[in-house]
């Protein structure tokens, strides 16, 4: 029902920023929270970022004041500013959409972003 395709990783340097697009293909609901997601190799994939519909946002510790998410309901895309990346932040980023009441989310393949030192 839904796709998700992830876009704009890529390799930077510490102190550099990337912003990240979601295109969501099918309906998106106002109830669906869409978020941001990273996984590092051997680690859990953990939570970056969420938005609703209506601009609520919540953020991980490590992110705040460094990444922005936001989201275009008219154009189905969110997005991630990173800013101030650090090599701590180096990870696939997966694009979120959670529905209500339904227990399996939609994920997007995932795009790299690597910060070098």
């Known amino acids: 029902q839904v796709q998700l395709v992830e876009s704009g990783g890529g390799l930077v340097q510490a102190g550099g920023s990337l912003r990240l697009s979601c295109a969501a293909s099918?309906?998106?609901?106002?109830?669906?929270?869409m978020g941001w997601y990273r996984q590092a190799p051997g680690r859990q994939r953990e939570l970056v970022a969420t938005i609703t519909s209506s601009g609520i946002t919540n953020y991980a510790d490590s992110v705040k004041g460094r990444f922005t998410i936001s989201r275009d309901n008219a154009k189905n895309v969110m997005y991630l500013q990173m800013n101030t990346l650090k090599p701590e932040d180096t990870a696939v980023y997966f694009c979120k959409v959670s529905r209500y009441l339904i227990s399996k989310p939609y994920w997007g393949q995932g795009t790299q972003v690597t910060v070098s030192s």
């Open positions: 099918g309906t998106i609901l106002g109830t669906d929270v």
